[in-house]
């Protein structure tokens, strides 16, 4: 354990040695300590992932933020790029595009057949009035 102040709050860092899904184990450095923790495998260089014992004793893992030195909660939510983002919505609105389509062709299908029994209705009732 490394005991270290971080955005006013008195933590011990825990070195990390096992693997994480999103992360890569890398070393940074922090008030002149060298601690191991986790980079995020694509965007977010400025975040690394701290795990830490609180005050209280509680194991929890932080965000830390390397421009301005700052901690936050992390939610085990993995953070995406904007471009991630894009490609997500890109892929949402192909999907939606493709089932509005296949709904018109299914009502303009369904049109088709009623006109059609419609039509061959209306030719069996005229062949019976004459």
Known sequence: MIPLKID???LYLLDT?????GFEISLIT???KEITGYKF???FENYYLLNAINN???????????????LQL????????????????????MKNIIIYSLVIILVLYTIAV????LKLRKG?????VH
């Open 56 to 70: 209280e004793g509680e194991n929890i893992e932080y965000l830390y933020e390397t421009k301005e030195k700052t």
């Open 114 to 117: 009623i006109f059609i029994i």
């Open 8 to 10: 006013n709050r008195n």
């Open 30 to 32: 922090i008030e002149e």
């Open 74 to 93: 992390y939610s085990n939510s993995a953070p995406i790029t904007y471009n991630q983002y894009e490609g997500m919505i890109k892929e949402i609105n």
């Open 17 to 21: 040695y096992r693997e994480k899904e």
């Open 124 to 128: 069996k009732l005229d062949e019976k």
């Open 41 to 43: 495998k694509e965007g």
